[in-house]
T-cell receptor, first 111, second 116 residues
Framework: QKEVEQNSGPLSVPEGAIASLNCTYS??????FFWYRQYSGKSPELIMF????GDKEDGRFTAQLNKASQYVSLLIRDSQPSDSATYLC???????????FGSGTQLTVLP | SAVISQKPSRDICQRGTSLTIQCQVD?????MFWYRQQPGQSLTLIAT?????????ESGFVIDKFPISRPNLTFSTLTVSNMSPEDSSIYLC?????????????FGPGTRLTVL
């Protein structure tokens, strides 16, 4: 079983819709959870992090964490074509700072 | 965040040769990491670059193949040795910075390596 799994995608949503990206993790010692956005040919860019159960909102982005279900998600409201990218879920375990990444979900927002 | 630069940005190399990638950070950081991203894949951690001591390698990566130096708190190098086409990847360095409620990791622009 992979340590961090993401819904396979690719995911297409129309402009203005809500895009929902999901991630599950296997290690219950996972402490911090990150969402990165990666445009083609570019390096990953941090969008959000979360480490407490519940929701965390930042502009059009909402991260949701449920440690009991070992599940973290990212919602993008009012999706824009510029949101089209690969979204990477990453976790840290315990006190370690090393990131373990999921395989990524490719999102396309259609104008 | 952090300002991170990498050199070279891309290179095309011949099988059997070695390439050293440099990573420079705009201020001192304790933790630096090197990742590999193979074509169409996600990121895989190669090693943690420790200042003043040997790098710590992840399973599947060895020092003879990927020697790392960390001479100070703003600079690190990764060498890809005796390259084969399977080493064609993007190599990224990253640093950990705090100040946003938790330590967060920021990535350099990457080095795109093609091995012929």
């Amino acid at each position: 079983q992979k340590e961090v799994e993401q819904n396979s995608g690719p995911l297409s949503v129309p402009e203005g819709a809500i895009a929902s990206l999901n991630c599950t993790y296997s290690d219950r010692g996972s402490q911090s959870f990150f969402w990165y956005r990666q445009y083609s040919g570019k390096s990953p860019e941090l969008i959000m992090f979360i480490y407490s159960n519940g929701d965390k909102e930042d502009g059009r982005f909402t991260a949701q964490l449920n440690k009991a279900s070992q599940y973290v998600s990212l919602l993008i409201r009012d999706s824009q074509p510029s949101d089209s990218a690969t979204y990477l879920c990453a976790v840290t375990v315990g006190s370690a700072r090393q990131l373990t990444f999921g395989s990524g979900t490719q999102l396309t927002v259609l104008p | 965040s952090a300002v991170i630069s990498q050199k070279p940005s891309r290179d095309i190399c011949q099988r059997g040769t070695s390439l050293t990638i440099q990573c420079q950070v705009d201020s001192q950081v304790t933790m630096m990491f090197w990742y590999r991203q193979q074509p169409g894949q996600s990121l895989t951690l190669i090693a943690t670059a420790n200042q003043g001591s040997e790098a710590t390698y992840e399973s599947g990566f060895v020092i003879d193949k990927f020697p790392i130096s960390r001479p100070n708190l703003t600079f690190s190098t990764l060498t890809v040795s005796n390259m084969s086409p399977e080493d064609s990847s993007i190599y990224l360095c990253s640093v950990v910075r705090g100040g946003r409620g938790t330590d967060t990791q920021y990535f350099g622009p990457g080095t795109r390596l093609t091995v012929l």
